[in-house]
């Protein structure tokens, strides 16, 4: 069992940046992939971003490349998801989700999370 707590949320203009954060505890955080996601008011959960348990390897939705930076640090069982530039249309419920080592790097395109973290809102004003 892992849980997820994240932070960081909250009201933005456009333009500015916002740094969310996702702490683990439970199993060994570094047996895991980690990921991002979001969902706005009435449509599906969308990837956003993930990264390798080993760091190594990140990947990005396109609607947030050059924007978005994820990131993990296995000593404080936290991923971090740097988001800059923002827009309105980023307005939404983040979530943090994690996937086990033994799945390739590429997992959420093919598999759900293991576990998913309760979501920070995310709002961009114009």
């Known amino acids: 069992q892992v849980q997820l707590v994240e932070s960081g949320g909250g009201l933005v203009q456009a333009g500015g940046f916002l740094r969310l954060s996702c702490a683990a505890s439970?199993?060994?955080?570094?047996?895991?992939?980690m990921g991002w996601f979001r969902q706005a008011p009435g449509k599906e959960r969308l990837f956003v971003a993930a990264?390798?348990?080993?760091?190594?390897?990140?990947y990005y939705a396109d609607s947030v490349k050059g924007r978005f930076t994820i990131s993990r640090d296995n000593a404080r069982n936290t991923v971090y998801l740097q988001m800059n530039s923002l827009k309105p249309e980023d307005s939404a419920v983040y979530y943090c989700a994690v996937k086990s080592y033994t799945y390739p790097y590429r997992w959420y395109e093919q598999s759900e999370p293991d576990y998913w973290g309760q979501g920070t809102q995310v709002t961009v004003s114009s």
């Open positions: 990264i390798s348990w080993t760091g190594a390897s990140t």
């Open positions: 439970g199993r060994t955080f570094s047996s895991y992939h």
